[in-house]
């Protein structure tokens, strides 16, 4: 009876070190927006569209009722493979000085500027040439870059004109369970000047982000939580802890079961 007692005193207190193991992450470190209320209304209200940066590739095609008046303003280059691909639309890089080099126009500023704004403007200064014309620009390197944990890091391409942070990292396979979701950076180039912004992931603030919507060549990290180890050797370790656990557990089962 008393070597039985001790082995189930045994047994309570493996099971008591494996639980204490397996729960370095608890359910409020991973749920997201987590002060949002049941049927609780936000009114997005946020106006952000992308504009123009130092370094941006932008697409400009024209278009109008007159094709040969509007071939000066659409330049090709031939697509290579012998003649056998189709030419392509040159592309226009903002300079510098946050201009762009355009046939027949010249230099025209485009930093700063949205889509919107821009097209609006090559309207204006293309009347002297054109009747009605159609403006269609696009921004060429609209891409974001995902680091840290999260389930694929790498650089992912935006088809539209905006992406928020959510759907960022839903590219990248979400956070892992050792990302940190309290504490995400987002890094932002304007023109040369970097700024930081961190975001909480578990507050519905995050709505209310200048980052929550991402601009072209934001970088978003997530870094490891207090329950990751930074080096195999420490995942090692805790592999090794565990086993050992499931040994002794194991090992007491038997007693019991057998006393």
Same mark, same amino acid.
């Given at each position: 009876?008393?070597?039985?007692? $001790? ?18 992450? %608890?359910?409020?470190?991973?749920? !997201? ?23 941006? $590739?932008?697409?400009?095609?024209? =278009? ?12 090709? $280059? ?7 691909? /189709?030419? /392509? ?18 230099? &025209? ?5 949205? &889509? /919107? ?25 609209? *891409? ?10 790498? *650089? !992912?391409?935006? =088809?539209?004109? @905006? ?38 992931? %578990? =507050? ?11 601009? /072209? ?15 195999? =050797?420490?995942?090692? *370790? ?18 019991? %079961? @057998?006393?």
């Amino acid at each position: 009876m008393f070597l039985n007692n $001790i082995n189930k005193k045994f047994l309570v207190i493996s099971l008591l070190a494996l639980l204490s193991l397996s729960s370095c992450v %608890t359910k409020k470190d991973v749920v !997201y927006f987590q002060n949002a209320k049941n049927f609780e209304t936000i009114v997005d209200t946020d106006t952000f569209t992308p504009r123009f940066k130092v370094n941006d $590739i932008v697409s400009i095609f024209v =278009s109008t009722f007159d094709l040969e008046a509007v071939k000066p303003f659409n330049l090709f $280059i031939d697509g290579g493979g012998g003649g056998s691909s /189709q030419p /392509q639309l040159i592309d226009y890089l903002v300079d510098i000085e946050g201009n762009i080099d355009y046939p027949v126009l010249g230099k &025209v500023k485009l930093k700063g500027l949205t &889509v /919107q704004e821009a097209q609006e403007l090559f309207k204006e200064k293309l009347a002297l040439y054109l009747k009605d014309p159609i403006i269609n620009i696009r921004i060429l390197n609209f *891409r974001v870059s995902i680091l840290g944990e999260v389930g694929s890091p790498g *650089r !992912y391409e935006v =088809s539209g004109e @905006r992406i928020t942070i959510l759907e960022a990292l839903a590219l990248a396979g979400d956070l892992s369970i050792k990302g940190k979701r309290e504490n995400i950076l987002v890094v932002r180039d304007f023109n040369g000047t970097k700024t930081y912004t961190r975001v909480d992931l %578990t =507050s519905k603030e995050l709505f209310n982000s200048p980052v929550y919507y991402l601009t /072209q060549n934001d970088i978003v990290y997530v870094e490891p939580n207090n329950s990751a180890r930074s080096s195999a =050797s420490g995942d090692t *370790r805790i592999g090794t802890i565990i086993s050992i656990s499931s040994f002794l557990i194991t090992t007491a089962l038997i007693f019991v %079961t @057998r006393n």
